[in-house]
């Protein structure tokens, strides 16, 4: 069993980190990854659908006006404190998965799947855009404990040698939901076409209910009482290392945030692109996205996972802002490769902020690392928008101003250990 709190040095035995003889079968990392998809399929629908649900709310007309609130329906603050609203309701996570870290990781995110799923789809009824963001912002917390539970109990099933594969293999879970998501919006268009997206989460939600009940409870018997007293305690050993993985996600936040959340009002309304053509690019990404996962995996297995997330992190701002630079053809491009920077971030992403973190607070620790993107998410979209509105919707100053200030933040990655090879308990 491993202490929580030692008076001693930090070891490795400390940080949960020993070899594991037995890997899970290939089925409940099948099951992890669907977890993962019907998660982000449910949380991506108020981003795919965001452009027609500004439309229907809002007061989008042919003007020629060039101000955002013209061509987009909403103005761009208004956007962004919606999906600000939906991050900061992430914060959720945190008692949740403390709770996994007591009651048992399979218990809560099968409760989280479902209901959050079925909170989604109840999102189909929403007669006003608050009413959108507020069911939405109910069920973020939900579907973001599943997401953070399918990569914690990944991890805790796999080896060291096969746990970024696996990883990775959760992570294109995720963005087969992001993608089904956006492709099923493509071909519902009309006025009610976002409602029938959102009722088409009870699909997900069914799946999940006969699915999650399969999967191997991973909590193990590692001592709880010593941070079950409080609410997502860490023990004081670990709170260094935590303070600098919360940093760098507060970063890919502030850049991911309003890369993903504004990208279709930009292409939809801003751009104009047809609705053929956005299903096609969203189709094509899905290419990139798989390039991105094997470059991400050859990366953080050979060269380490602090070099595979500097890497992902900076594609990652370069690709967004090359998309906002204007143009269509900016934007496509941009868009695939900024899919191909993520799949690249992913799993090393995932790897580092699970084999940080011993079994005893792991979920605990990943609630916290949930605060810290919702953290940075929400300043990166309140500068979105506000210089969004402030320069007529020429965006490329918008990302700039969102993504540039907190990149030297990387370069406490390196004072993180490296933890590729390592094993968990």
């Known amino acids: 069993m491993l202490p929580v709190v030692s008076d001693g040095p930090v070891t490795c035995q400390h940080l949960g980190m020993r070899v594991i003889r037995s890997v899970a079968p290939d089925r409940l990392i099948g099951i992890l990854a669907f ?42 603050s208004t956007l962004a404190i919606g999906l600000a609203v939906l991050r900061v309701a992430s914060l959720g996570v945190l008692p949740l998965a403390s709770l996994a870290d ?13 209901v959050g799923l079925l909170v989604t789809a109840s999102a189909a009824l929403s007669p006003t855009y608050w009413w959108f963001v507020a069911l939405f912002a109910l069920a973020r917390p939900m579907l973001s404990t ?13 080896d060291a040698r096969s746990r970024v594969t696996a990883l990775m293999v959760v992570a294109a879970g995720a963005g087969i939901g992001v993608g ?23 699909v997900p939600a069914a799946a999940l209910a006969v699915l999650v009940p399969k999967l191997r409870e991973t909590r193990g018997d590692a001592p709880r009482a010593a941070h079950a007293a409080r609410l997502g305690a860490i023990p004081r050993a670990l709170r260094g290392r935590l303070a600098i993985v919360m940093g760098v996600v507060a970063v890919i936040g502030a850049i991911s945030g309003p890369a993903n959340g504004f990208a279709f009002v930009y292409g939809e309304n801003i751009l104009k692109l ?18 991105g996962l094997f470059a991400g995996r050859r ?32 934007f496509v491009i941009g868009y695939l490769l900024g899919v191909c920077a993520a799949g690249i971030l992913g799993p ?25 993107g919702v953290a940075g998410t929400v300043v990166g979209l309140a500068v979105f928008g506000a210089v969004a ?29 490296e933890t590729r090879g390592l094993a968990l308990t």
């Not at 500097?310 to 090359?322: D, E, F, I, P, Q």
């Open 274 to 291: 047809p609705a053929p053509l956005v299903s096609t690019v969203v189709a094509l990404s899905a290419i990139t996205g798989v390039l």
């Open 35 to 76: 977890v993962a998809l019907a998660a982000a399929f449910g949380q991506f629908g108020s981003t795919s659908a965001l452009g027609d649900v500004a439309k229907t709310f809002g007061t989008a007309t042919v003007s020629t006006s060039a101000s955002f609130t013209a061509q987009a329906g909403l103005s761009g």
């Open 102 to 114: 007591r009651l048992g990781r399979r218990r809560v995110l099968y409760a989280c799947g479902v």
């Open 348 to 372: 090393s992403g995932a790897a580092l902020t699970t084999e940080a973190f011993p079994a005893t607070v792991r979920a605990s620790a990943g609630g916290w690392v949930v605060v810290a």
């Open 299 to 330: 990366l953080a297995d050979r060269r380490g996972r602090r070099l595979a997330v500097a890497v992902g992190v900076l594609a990652t701002a370069g690709t967004s802002l090359y998309a906002y630079s204007g143009g269509r053809t900016a």
């Open 180 to 202: 089904c998501s956006a492709i099923l919006h493509g071909f519902l268009r009309g006025p009610d076409g976002f409602r029938v997206l959102f009722a088409t989460a009870l």
């Open 146 to 158: 599943s997401n953070t539970l399918a990569s914690v109990m990944t991890a805790e099933l796999s």
């Open 389 to 417: 509105d402030a320069t007529s919707g020429t965006l490329v100053w918008a990302a700039a101003a969102a993504f540039l200030p907190g990149l030297p933040v990387l370069f406490l990655l390196r004072r993180l250990p």
